[in-house]
Structures are given as structure tokens and as C-alpha cells.
């Protein structure tokens, strides 16, 4: 008996000892795999906007949830031109209420990155209503200054907008000359509202 409770009491002492080196052996976790096709630059990108559309899709949803306004309303695509506008500019009837909510939103994202130029949300028309603070600078009737200082209340349908606007792919990555000169990259993300695709947010970043 006795030698059965010492052989047991090796066990359990061997197995004691053997733990810590069996801990101090295992390997720490692998890092996550890179998003497939993107530069590590341009997956932080990715989970910037990622993060955007998914409080700015939380925004516009509970604006219907609260009946604040209505999906066909929200999803009418209804642009009141803005008189002596150059580029033209129009409203909407969420305007306001993406004023409230929407901007706040887009304003934090595109200062989480020293590389970021704007972070918008767009509709399938490529209808902005909103843009970032450094954008939304009184108007002052000088075209140039304007187009470089005021980018809100616009229609972005060239072909990098509308594409961006309209890509129902967990993600698009392009890159274009803006019609300010520079040379960027865009980067957006699909928001979808009760089903029912909306637009984007795009995030415009300087080429590296």
C-alpha cells in the first residue's frame, strides 16, 4: 500500500513540475491573418471606415426605428438645388437630421489617421450632403477657394464616386486624381439600411 501512494505521490509531484515548463513552452497566439489584396496601410484604412459604416448605418436606422423619418423618404433620392451654386449643390430631406448624427461620426473618423482627407457617407446617387469640418467652410463666391473649402451638399458621380457609391463588396479600393489635384486613394465600405443598400462611406488618403 505504502509503495502505491509513494509511486502515486512521484506522479503527482513529476506532473507539478512538468507544468510550468509545459506553459513556458507554448506559443503565443498568431497575429490575425492581413485582409487579402490590401497593403497593411490600407487595411487599417479598411477598419476605419469599416467602423463608420457601421455607426453611421446604426444612425440612419434608428432615425426610421423613431420614425424621425421614413425608409421611402429616406430612400427617395429627392435633390432641391441650391441657387448660384458652382459646382451645384443641393439639399435633402435627412439633411438635418445627418447634420446631427452623421457628422459627428464622419468628423471623428477622418481624424483617427494623420493619412485620412475625408471620410463621408454617400448615397447610390453619390449625393453628399455632409463632409468633414475643414470642408465645411462658409461660402464666399470665389469658385476656386469654394471648390477646395466647401465640398458639401454636392453630387460626386464621376466614375471613382459612382463606383464607390454603388459597390455592394465588402469593400473597393481605387485610386483617382481629385478635382482638387491631388492624386488619392479611395477607400469604401457598402452601408446597407434595413436591407436596402444606401451608398457608402468613403475615406479618401494620400497615395504612399
Known amino acids: 500500500m505504502r509503495t502505491t501512494l509513494s509511486f502515486l505521490g512521484s506522479l503527482v509531484l ?10 513556458q513552452g507554448k506559443q503565443p497566439p498568431a497575429a490575425p491573418p492581413a485582409t487579402p489584396g490590401l497593403a497593411e496601410h490600407d487595411a487599417k484604412i479598411l477598419n476605419v471606415v469599416q467602423d ?9 436606422e434608428n432615425w426610421i426605428k423613431t420614425k424621425e423619418i ?20 443641393f439639399t435633402t ?22 493619412s485620412l482627407l475625408y471620410v463621408i457617407l454617400v448615397d447610390t446617387n453619390g449625393y453628399t450632403g455632409l463632409h468633414n469640418k475643414k470642408y465645411r467652410h ?34 473597393l479600393l481605387q485610386t483617382y486624381q481629385r478635382d482638387t489635384g491631388e492624386k488619392i486613394k479611395d477607400l469604401s465600405v457598402p452601408v446597407i439600411v434595413g ?14
Open 14 to 23: 513529476i506532473a507539478a513540475l512538468a507544468a510550468p515548463v509545459a506553459a
Open 52 to 60: 463608420c459604416a457601421k455607426k453611421a448605418t446604426a444612425a440612419l
Open 70 to 89: 421614413s425608409k421611402k423618404r429616406l430612400f427617395s433620392r429627392l435633390y432641391f438645388p441650391i441657387p448660384n451654386t458652382t459646382p451645384p449643390k
Open 93 to 114: 430631406p435627412w439633411l438635418k437630421l445627418g447634420k446631427r448624427d452623421i457628422e459627428p461620426i464622419i468628423d471623428k473618423c477622418v481624424v483617427s489617421d494623420g
Open 138 to 171: 462658409k461660402m464666399t463666391g470665389d469658385s476656386a477657394q469654394d471648390l477646395k473649402r466647401n465640398r458639401t451638399k454636392r453630387i460626386f458621380n464621376d466614375k471613382v464616386g459612382i463606383a464607390a457609391a454603388r459597390n455592394k463588396k465588402p469593400h
Open 195 to 208: 436591407g436596402q443598400h444606401f451608398g457608402a462611406i468613403r475615406a479618401g488618403y494620400k497615395v504612399q
